[in-house]
């Protein structure tokens, strides 16, 4: 596995939920992670918290303001990102905004207008406007580097409406896309695929409807799937795949805060015609 300390990374919508723990596991393993968001200040789910917190976990963090769905202001995180590191080793696209309020049932003719732009202009086309601007800093790093879409199994298969899934499978086709136009330059894009997550927000509906999930996946271990791909000796291999969190925990012996395993997804076998 390849040696992270001192690789730059930056980490979209990372405040909370995925994002922060994938920023968490690159401090672990030293990075300096310049790290996106819309919420200030001392609360746990603020971009100034996750930086300190990378920093206490080994590496080093610094908070981005940016609404990924203004184009300038994602301009004026890599123009700075530049100042500061004259380059980057890791694009990690997180960044997503849930519908308020979410589009989890019914027809999409019942859905407003706008849900489009949550679920396919921040969970799509924000991930192009950064990939765009990072691009010649990921140049500027040389072989090793890479962009890690994440997206979800709703690129495989219907999950909450059809815009969702329009979003998630329109990222992993643009991975696997932009990974045939950056090899030659050495430069890897994979699509990463948690299973069901404990992210805050969903704990927050679990507690609401009276569900369990307290064997899912934590933000932390998807984090950790996250890095060990990032380090792997044959990142430039897989560029263009869709790596699962659950396979990745088992080939790199990944387990979250608790010592746990990640579960598999349930509906894998289903999804994949299994």
Request: glycine fraction near 12%.
């Amino acid at each position: 596995m390849t040696d992270l300390q001192g690789k730059v990374a930056v980490v979209t919508g990372a405040s909370r939920g995925i994002g922060k723990g994938i920023a968490l596991a690159l401090g672990e393993r030293g990075c300096t992670v310049f790290v996106t968001g819309r919420t200030r200040g001392d609360g746990e789910t603020t971009m100034d918290k996750t930086a300190v917190q990378v920093t206490a976990a080994g590496g080093h963090g610094y908070a981005m303001a940016c609404d990924h769905g203004d184009d300038e202001q994602i301009a004026a995180v890599f123009e700075k990102v530049k100042a500061e590191a004259g380059h980057v080793d890791f694009l990690v696209n997180n960044v997503y905004r849930i519908p308020d309020p979410p589009a989890w049932s019914g027809g999409f003719w019942e859905h407003p207008l706008r849900i489009w732009d949550d679920q396919v202009g921040i969970g799509l086309r924000a991930h192009y406007v950064a990939s765009w601007h990072a691009a010649p800093l990921l140049f500027e790093a040389g072989p090793g580097a890479a962009i890690l879409n994440v997206s979800s199994p709703g690129g495989l298969g219907y999950h909450f409406s059809c815009s969702y899934g329009a979003g998630k499978a329109g990222l992993d086709r643009l991975t696997a896309d932009m990974a045939i136009e950056l090899e030659p330059r050495g430069v890897a894009a994979v699509v990463l695929y948690p299973g069901s997550v404990a992210t805050e927000f969903a704990k927050r509906v679990a507690e609401a409807r009276g569900m369990d999930i307290s064997k899912a996946q934590t933000t932390l271990s998807v984090g950790r799937a996250a890095a060990a791909l990032l380090s792997a000796d044959d990142l430039m291999e897989r560029s263009g795949t869709i790596q699962w969190v659950e396979d990745l925990a088992k080939e790199f012996d990944i387990v979250d805060e608790l010592g746990r395993r990640p579960p598999p997804y349930a509906r894998r076998a289903e999804l994949e015609g299994g």
